[in-house]
Structures are given as C-alpha cells and as structure tokens.
T-cell receptor
Framework: GAVVSQHPSWVICKSGTSVKIECRSL??????MFWYRQFPKQSLMLMAT?????????EQGVEKDKFLINHASLTLSTLTVTSAHPEDSSFYIC?????????????FGPGTRLLVL | GQNIDQPTEMTATEGAIVQINCTYQ??????LFWYQQHAGEAPTFLSY??LDGLEEKGRFSSFLSRSKGYSYLLLKELQMKDSASYLC??????????WGAGTKLIIKP
C-alpha cells in the first residue's frame, strides 16, 4: 500500500525558533499533499493544500507567513513553523494523494509532535 | 454550510458487531472515506465509497446512500485492538475532505 513518512516524529524547541517538518510519499508520486493540525481530543484541522510546483492554498485563519509550505517535488513537501510559540504545540500530520488518475484516497504520514517551550 | 455528523462515543463488547453512522451535508460529493485513528497516532485509511451500496473488506464493511446523505461503518467480530476513533470524511466538489469529529469506539471484554 501507499506509504507516507514524516520527519521528525518528535520535536521540542524553544520559543522563537523555526522548525521544519518533512513529508514524503515513499512509493507513489503525489501532486497534492495536505497539512493538518490536531489538538488533543479534537478533529483534524486542514491547514493548507500543497501542490507540486505552485504556491500552497491556506485555509482561513492559517497564517501563510508563519507556516511556510514548500512542495518542490512529487514526493516531498515541507512545512516550516517559523518563530514558533507555545500555542503552536500540536500534532502535525501530512497526507498525500496519489497522482494517478481516479486515485482519490489520501494516505497519512505518522505525524509530528511539536512541543514549543 | 457543510456538515458531517457522527456519534461522539460508542461502546461495544468484544466479539460483537457495531455500526457507526455518519450523515453529511456538503457542497458536492466525490466520495466518502472512513479512517481509523488510534490515540496519539495518525489516521489510517479503511474504506472509500463513491457509489451506493455496501463495500465489504474483511471484518469491516462500509455502506453509502447518496440520496440520504448517509453512510455507516460496520465492524464485525470486534477485537480489543479495534478500540479507536473512527473518522468519517466526505470529499466535496473541490476535492477537499470535510471531516467529522470522529466516533470514539470503546470495546469491553
């Protein structure tokens, strides 16, 4: 089956620093990747849709200058949380959709836990 | 607005059958997904329905009625490891997933 990896799994950082999270589709090409955030006991919240070779589309209320997304290849998207603050502490999950026609399923990475001190 | 409704929590007994319902109202429809999410982990894909009817996959089955805006996930021969949250999501006309809040399923021995 389709596999999506994320790195790192865990990150603890000081307030004010920037953190980069990588999302890779390992055995398929993904024109579109999605970044979600999930706070404890809450549903997934879509942050942005990342399209290979173009700018990401951000959901309302998500600051594009704070959450930088780069989707430079068909297998890699990165999310950079700039100047992180404690309220950015959350579980960040990416998903990828196979570029093949009629492939609508999103496959999720294992997630990255971010703790900002 | 767009809305996905599913029960917040359900309890069932090991070895039994449980049905988790999902109703939706979305702008357009390009399929309905069920995902399983264990505590502290990312969701894993269970099923995708785009046509009416029942899709069976081992112990899990998913049903869709587009005219009623309704789906259910049926879990048979429940095992303790099935304790998890089950997320219903609908792909709208823009091919974006609209998520339900999830149903926490508790399995008792």
């Amino acid at each position: 089956g389709a596999v999506v990896s994320q790195h790192p799994s865990w990150v603890i950082c000081k307030s004010g620093t920037s953190v980069k999270i990588e999302c890779r589709s390992l055995d398929f090409q993904a024109t579109t990747m999605f970044w979600y955030r999930q706070f404890p006991k809450q549903s997934l919240m879509l942050m942005a849709t990342s399209n290979e070779g173009s700018k990401a589309t951000y959901e309302q209320g998500v600051e594009k200058d704070k959450f930088l997304i780069n989707h430079a290849s068909l297998t890699l998207s990165t999310l950079t949380v700039t100047s992180a603050h404690p309220e950015d502490s959350s579980f960040y999950i990416c998903s990828a959709r196979d570029s093949e026609p009629n492939q609508e399923t999103q496959y999720f990475g294992p997630g990255t836990r971010l703790l900002v001190l | 607005g767009q809305n996905i409704d599913q029960p917040t929590e359900m309890t069932a007994t090991e070895g039994a059958i449980v049905q988790i319902n999902c109703t939706y109202q979305t702008s357009g429809f390009n399929g309905l997904f069920w995902y399983q999410q264990h505590a502290g982990e990312a969701p894993t894909f269970l099923s995708y329905n785009v046509l009416d009817g029942l899709e069976e996959k081992g112990r899990f089955s998913s049903f869709l009625s587009r005219s009623k805006g309704y789906s259910y996930l049926l879990l048979k021969e429940l095992q303790m490891k099935d304790s998890a949250s089950y997320l219903c999501a609908v792909m709208d006309s823009n091919y974006q997933l609209i998520w339900g809040a999830g149903t926490k399923l508790i399995i008792k021995p």
